[in-house]
Nanobody
Framework: QVQLVESGGGLVQAGGSLRLSCAAS????????MGWFRQAPGKEREFVAA????????YYSDTVKGRFTISRDNAKNTLSLQMNSLKPEDTAAYYC?????????????????WGQGTQVTVSS
């Protein structure tokens, strides 16, 4: 088991920035690839970004590529998502996710563990 707790959500104007964090506890953090998903009201949960267990490989959805940066600190068991140039369509609940480390990173269809989510609202 691994427990994930997100923080850092809030209200921001379009064009602004936010940094989300996810604190992990339980099983060895470096056993897991980590990712972020989001879910807007009335929509399905969608993949945002992922990072491999070593932190040297990342993958982004086309909708956030170039604006968001995923990173991890294995010494502190934390995952981050730096979100810049935010748009109203980025408004959603953002979820931290973990899956056992795999050879291929890519986009994730799902995950083994989830946080409770943190709300991000971008006003126009």
């Amino acid at each position: 088991q691994v427990q994930l707790v997100e923080s850092g959500g809030g209200l921001v104007q379009a064009g602004g920035s936010l940094r989300l964090s996810c604190a992990a506890s339980g099983r060895t953090f470096m056993s897991f690839d980590m990712g972020w998903f989001r879910q807007a009201p009335g929509k399905e949960r969608e993949f945002v970004a992922a990072i491999n267990w070593r932190g040297d490989n990342t993958y982004y959805s086309d909708t956030v590529k170039g604006r968001f940066t995923i990173s991890r600190d294995n010494a502190k068991n934390t995952l981050s998502l730096q979100m810049n140039s935010l748009k109203p369509e980025d408004t959603a609940a953002y979820y931290c996710a973990a899956r056992p480390a795999q050879i291929f990173l890519g986009a994730w269809a799902g995950a083994n563990y989830w946080g409770q989510g943190t709300q991000v609202t971008v006003s126009s």
